[in-house]
C-alpha cells in the first residue's frame, strides 16, 4: 500500500498550491480519503474529507471557501485545490485512505510541506 503525496512547496501569501496523492496496493475507489495538515507541538488536524463516491464532502471552518478536495477513482488520485493560502495554513499535508467498515484499514502517505511566506 502507498500513498504518495505531491505539489508541496514554497508560496506568497494569496497565493494557490494544488496537493496531489497517488495510491496504489488497495481499491482506492472504496475507500474514504482525507487531507491532514500538522505543524510541530500541534495535532494533526482534519483539513478535508471526501467519500468514495465524492458524495460527500466536508472541511474544516478554516479552509472552507479557499480549498477544494477532489478525487479521480480512475486514475487513483486525491486532490487538494488550494487557494488565497495564509501563513497560518503552512504545515506538512497528509493523505489518509480510511475504509468506510467498521474495523477497516486506514493508510497514509509521508507528508508534504507546504510553507506559506512572504
Known amino acids: 500500500v502507498q500513498l504518495v503525496e505531491s505539489g508541496g512547496g514554497l508560496v506568497q501569501p494569496g497565493g494557490s498550491l494544488r496537493l496531489s496523492c497517488a495510491a496504489s496496493?488497495?481499491?482506492?475507489?472504496?475507500?474514504?480519503m482525507r487531507w491532514y495538515r500538522q505543524t510541530p507541538g500541534k495535532e494533526r488536524e482534519l483539513v478535508a474529507r471526501i467519500s468514495s463516491s465524492s458524495g460527500n464532502i466536508n472541511y474544516a471552518d478554516s479552509v472552507k471557501g479557499r480549498f477544494i478536495i477532489s478525487r479521480d477513482n480512475g486514475q487513483k488520485s486525491l486532490y487538494l485545490q488550494m487557494n488565497s493560502l495564509k501563513p497560518e495554513d503552512t504545515a506538512v499535508y497528509y493523505c489518509n485512505a480510511a475504509a468506510p467498515w467498521w474495523g477497516g484499514e486506514n493508510y497514509w502517505g509521508q507528508g508534504t510541506q507546504v510553507t506559506v511566506s512572504s
Open positions: 496496493g488497495f481499491t482506492f475507489s472504496r475507500y474514504d
